[in-house]
């Protein structure tokens, strides 16, 4: 069994200022665990994922996420927000079967 | 690569309707996977297929939805007969076996029915 909670359906913050979006997972093996972006009427796109080798997972606009296992943790990170951030930002997690099952995802608001 | 195609992009139509969705996975990819997306319950997949072949339908929510995949290059949703609550966004993914897990989503379809 496998599933993921996001913390806070919407995170707000200003462009500069550090991004964090939290996830929290739960799998009886092994997880990959991956962060998706979905703009407007977009469909859903890959950011960056964990399988298993570094920990800390660099993707793509400059997020990062870590991989905690003491704590199921796989905290999406940014250090600088930017107004094109603004967008739906889901976790996922898959184990044996390779099929993932998403989180509620956070929309992130991102003031001028 | 034109990535996974999705048809309509957007569909009205009336209570009562039969309404077909359609997909064209990403060549070479070996599993397609139908999502509904609406502001209550998020992301729901529905069903997903392995070389053509339906693996898991338990999240289809009634008889009046059905999916097929008669080839690896097309696969289409029908909801027969379609009521108000079906309104949402149903997006199409696939997966290829050398992808190592990541899904490629379609844009969605937009579905309304009055």
């Known amino acids: 069994a496998q599933s993921v909670t996001q913390l806070g359906s919407h995170v707000s913050v200003s462009e500069g200022a550090l991004v964090l979006l939290r996830c929290n997972y739960s799998?009886?093996?092994?997880?990959?665990l991956f962060w998706y972006v979905q703009y407007p009427n977009q469909g859903l796109q890959l950011l960056l994922k964990?399988?298993?080798?570094?920990?800390l997972v660099k993707g793509i606009n400059g997020f990062e996420a870590e991989f905690k296992k003491s704590e199921t943790s796989f905290h999406l990170t940014k250090p600088s927000a930017h107004m094109s951030d603004a967008a739906e930002y889901f976790c996922?997690?898959?184990?044996?079967?390779?099929?993932?099952?998403f989180g509620r995802g956070t929309s992130l608001i991102v003031h001028p | 690569d034109a990535g996974v195609i999705q048809s309509p992009r957007h569909e009205v139509t009336e209570m009562g309707q039969e309404v077909t969705l359609r997909c064209k996975p990403i060549?070479?990819?070996?599993?397609l996977f139908w999502y509904r997306q609406t502001m209550m319950r998020g992301l729901e997949l529905l069903i997903y297929?392995?070389?053509?072949?339906?693996?898991?339908d338990s999240g289809m929510p009634e008889d009046r939805f059905s999916a097929k995949m008669p080839n690896a290059s097309f696969s289409t949703l029908k909801i027969q007969p379609s009521e108000p609550r079906d309104s949402a966004v149903y997006f199409c993914?696939?997966?290829?076996?050398?992808?190592?897990?990541?899904?490629?989503f379609g844009p969605g379809t937009r579905l309304t029915v009055l």
């Open positions: 993914a696939s997966r290829g076996t050398a992808t190592y897990n990541e899904q490629f």
């Open positions: 799998s009886s093996v092994p997880p990959y």
């Open positions: 964990y399988t298993s080798a570094a920990t």
């Open positions: 996922a997690v898959s184990g044996g079967s390779y099929i993932p099952t």
């Open positions: 060549s070479g990819h070996d599993y």
């Open positions: 297929f392995n070389n053509n072949v339906p693996i898991d």
